[in-house]
């Protein structure tokens, strides 16, 4: 029986970081995946894909709306097949690095499916129905999480489409429904917008993007409904129905009245993820989730001894860097190092256009923990190098503490902030003030000035605007 | 895993200092075995181990400032564990790092207010100062009330010297000691007693006192009965001011300053004027031992309305105490020397004891004072004076 110091099952990006930090500590150690390639939900179906797509659709959209008033007159035409060919490339070989990153850092890539049979134990299942058992001083659950289901609404991948379906759709939809307001809806319903799809956004909550900040959350629906997406806020979806070429969709406000029905080509459920747990074992050592499928921890410890949970299939926000810190926090901790993970700082980026990004605490949050803080803000419009790449739209907000200064909270809508938001993290990891970013040399012209000059604005010394 | 919590530090006490560790992170701990001793205004107190067991972490380190309800340390059930699983590391903030650069914010708060860095704790990442903790630096030395001048850069320590830093308890004494000059008005008047009488007494009665209570009959119940007799003739001493406010007393609860290793410490003799003789010699042993070994409790050192001390252990012939704030009397005894008075027209030897009462004078008027201080000489040299309520 193999023998390893830690066995993590599931090569997403919070298993194969804390199996890259296993390696580079010395330990032995096994990663469980069954799928053809490593990199889980992030690298495959979620993250990288949509990034590409998104990135793509925007050049094209550029093309067709921005290039003319440039000076460049083109004529853009779509070739959809290449496109998806260019995302699966990218997503190829970026699944290669992490098997490289693996044989680099000694991980022997168990491939299956893995469930715990009892303290220490892995048993591990082919493809071809072998099982392997191994042995693991630790075992690191990284098993992530799948789309939710919305009763009423069967997703078929052929005219109902979960994140996974939307991302390989084989022609552009003349119109598409998206349910659910949140980052994954509005990213995808972005991409397919772009290429010319009709999208009527439907959200159950009336407002977009839960847990952005309010007043950036307003500015953002509004940018997109400016580019063309219809939002269907306060309305619950009953029920889709699908036929070979379209789909019904039943929706009714949250409030009471009537129902109607929207139809559309496609329709996309991005309403949330759920931890995935199916046969891991979890009785076999007694587990419980909670009735949402979580599993708790403390510090990384689950309730069995010698049993660690990261990532989305645990509490806290399901975002990738979320995982990978705590796969790292959690090797170390196995290691006898200070493994910490400070769940105050884990930034958010929306890849729309503009972009959202954020980290700490947004100003409803501020106000109802009754802590006294100041703000200071600066659009993009009075910023040169936004100004002079006519991407105006959006502003950087900064919130600090009222007596000491320090930043509780940095919120930001606009062009490339999701590349700018880590000097917010870094200034926030050492409880900087806003002075401290405000008395710190930026370069001219960048879209970074902004950041100075919002934090300029908290003490009223705003410069540029 | 439980948390080591820092416990209740009593009333008006709300920080207190890590002042030592007894267990290292990993070592197995009994129950009720001390884990931490922590250094308050007042007192030291001893956290001990809730139950069996290894302690997992140390979040407040050494030297770390702390209030209640802050979390020490962290500790979790069973033994043999920390030796399978090496405990995590000490995330603790570390002492502030003097090399550190500081901030842009936090040197321009420093710089502007003529602060100095090394007497700032910092409470960011390791240790740095964060302009939150400059500004409160700045806040904490524009109230303070007389012009702490703006603290001179550390002076160099020649070989021959040493530099230690003050303990919480003597940074408060010094703190203390300097408010009361501060606010009270303060001065002393003297006299003398002939204390023949009350030695008289004592070496007549103290084989069968002692052998009846256990319990030496010294001076110290004879001082603190004639002080409460005094406190009942002239209120004033008793009483203490509250704002436009005079609070008058009618309780005699009296402070008797002890000298221990640490500093000065002073318990209180509570209802004095209910205690026998007998009980108040117990109480001030009782009080004097548990100083000396530091395990006196917050509440021993709380609420005096006088206070006692007696330089003469030491030798001192006559001194000017110094108020235990907000009391607004101290009586100060001294050695005994035997010294040539005249009585009834005659010369004799007598063995004499200098009396100080240092007072506020914006609440004991001089006329008050001095009866106060001869109702003590009186009751000193004729105890049957306390005998007969005069």
Request: net charge neutral.
């Amino acid at each position: 029986m193999a023998q390893y110091d830690v066995v993590i099952i599931g090569a997403g990006p919070g298993g194969y970081n804390a199996a890259i930090r296993a390696g580079q500590l010395g330990m032995s150690v096994a990663i469980i995946e069954g799928a053809p390639t490593l990199g889980g939900t992030c690298l495959n179906v979620g993250c990288m894909p949509s990034k590409a797509l998104l990135h793509a659709s925007e050049m094209f959209e550029q093309a067709n709306k921005e290039f003319a008033h440039l000076g460049i007159e083109v004529s853009p035409r779509l070739n959809l097949k290449q496109m998806l060919a260019q995302k699966a490339e990218s997503v190829t070989a970026l699944t290669k690095g992490v098997e490289f990153l693996m044989k680099k850092n000694k991980v022997d890539w168990i491939k299956g499916w893995g469930s715990i049979t009892g303290p220490g134990k892995v048993a591990v299942k082919g493809a071809d129905g072998a099982v392997q058992t191994l042995e693991a001083k630790n075992i690191v659950i990284a098993t992530g999480s799948e789309p939710a289901a919305l009763p009423g609404v069967t997703v078929d991948n052929k005219r109902i489409l979960d994140s996974t379906g939307a991302l390989s759709l084989p022609e552009v939809p003349g119109s598409m429904i998206v349910i659910g307001a949140g980052i994954i809806g509005l990213e995808l319903g972005s991409v397919w917008r772009r290429l010319g799809a009709q999208v009527t956004v439907v959200e159950f909550l009336d407002r977009i993007t839960p847990g952005m900040d309010e007043e950036v959350a307003k500015t953002f629906q509004r940018s997109l409904t400016k580019q063309g997406m219809t939002f269907k806020l306060g309305s619950k979806v009953t029920g889709a129905k699908a036929t070979a070429k379209s789909v019904e969709v039943t929706v009714e406000p949250v409030k009471g009245g009537s129902a109607e029905t929207l139809k559309a080509d496609y329709v996309l459920l991005a309403i949330g993820r759920r931890p995935y747990t199916t046969g891991l074992g979890l009785e076999s050592v007694g587990i419980v989730p909670d009735k949402r499928g979580v599993i708790a921890n403390d510090h990384g410890k689950t309730s069995a001894p010698g049993v660690w949970v990261i990532g989305d299939v645990t509490t806290g926000v399901m975002l990738a860097h979320k995982a990978e810190e705590e796969g790292v926090a959690v090797i170390e901790l196995i290691a006898g190092k200070a493994g910490h993970v400070n769940y105050g700082l884990i930034p958010s980026v929306v890849y729309t256009s503009p972009e959202v990004a954020w980290v700490g605490k947004t100003e409803e949050e501020l106000k109802a923990a009754g802590i006294v803080y100041k703000s200071g803000k600066f659009p993009f419009s009075a910023n040169s190098r936004a100004k002079i790449n006519h991407e105006t739209e959006g502003f950087v907000k900064v919130l600090a503490d009222a007596k000491t200064d320090r930043i509780l909270g940095v919120h930001m809508i606009g062009p490339q902030v999701g590349e700018m938001v880590g000097e917010y993290c870094v200034a926030m990891e050492f409880s900087a003030a806003s002075e401290d970013v405000a008395r710190t040399c930026h370069p001219h012209p960048t879209r970074s000035e902004a950041l100075r000059q919002a934090a300029m604005g908290v003490e009223g010394w705003t410069m540029q605007a | 895993m439980t948390d080591i919590m820092t416990p209740a530090l009593g009333e008006s006490v709300s920080e207190a200092t890590v002042a030592r560790w007894a267990k290292k992170v990993g070592d197995a701990v009994k129950k009720d075995e001390v884990l931490v001793e922590l250094d308050t205004d007042k007192v030291s107190l001893e956290v001990a181990a809730p139950s069996d067991g290894v302690l997992d972490s140390i979040d407040a380190a050494e030297g770390a400032t702390i209030t209640p309800g802050t979390v020490l340390g962290r500790m979790s059930a069973g033994e043999g564990k920390a030796a399978a699983t090496p405990a995590p590391k000490v995330a603790a903030p570390a002492a502030p790092v003097a090399d550190l650069p500081l901030s842009p914010a936090a040197n321009r708060v420093v710089t502007e207010g003529g602060l100095d860095p090394a007497a700032i704790a910092g409470t960011g990442k390791d240790g740095r100062i964060t302009k939150g903790d400059a500004l409160a630096a700045l806040e904490t030395r524009s109230a303070a009330p007389a012009p702490a001048a703006a603290p001179a850069a550390r002076r160099p320590v020649h070989e021959l010297e040493e530099r230690v830093r003050m303990t919480r308890l003597r940074q408060t004494i010094a703190r203390r000691l300097k408010e009361a000059q501060n606010s009270a008005a303060m001065l002393t008047t003297f006299n003398e007693a002939d204390m023949s009488g009350i030695m008289a007494l004592r070496n007549e009665f103290k084989d069968v006192f002692e052998k009846k209570h256990g319990v030496k009959l010294g001076f110290m119940s004879f001082f603190v009965k004639a002080c409460v007799n005094a406190l009942k003739a002239v209120p004033d001493v008793n009483a203490e001011i509250d704002g436009t406010d005079l609070i008058y007393k009618n309780h005699y609860d009296i402070g008797v300053a002890v000298g221990t290793e640490k500093g000065l410490v002073v318990p209180v003799v509570r209802n004095a004027d209910q205690l026998s003789m007998a009980e108040i010699e117990k109480t001030i042993g009782d009080l004097g031992k548990r100083a000396r070994d530091g395990a006196l409790a917050l509440e021993d050192l709380q609420g005096g309305t006088f206070t006692i001390t007696n330089g003469g252990i030491y030798g001192s012939m006559m001194s000017t105490p110094i108020l235990n704030a907000p009391q607004s009397g101290i009586l100060g005894m001294h050695a005994i020397k035997e010294r040539a008075v005249v009585v009834d027209g005659k010369i004799e030897i007598r063995p004499i004891m200098y009396l100080a009462l240092s007072y506020d004078h914006r609440v004991v008027d001089g006329q008050g004072a001095v009866t106060f201080l001869v109702k003590v000489k009186e009751a000193i040299e004729d105890p049957t004076r306390l005998l007969l309520d005069l």
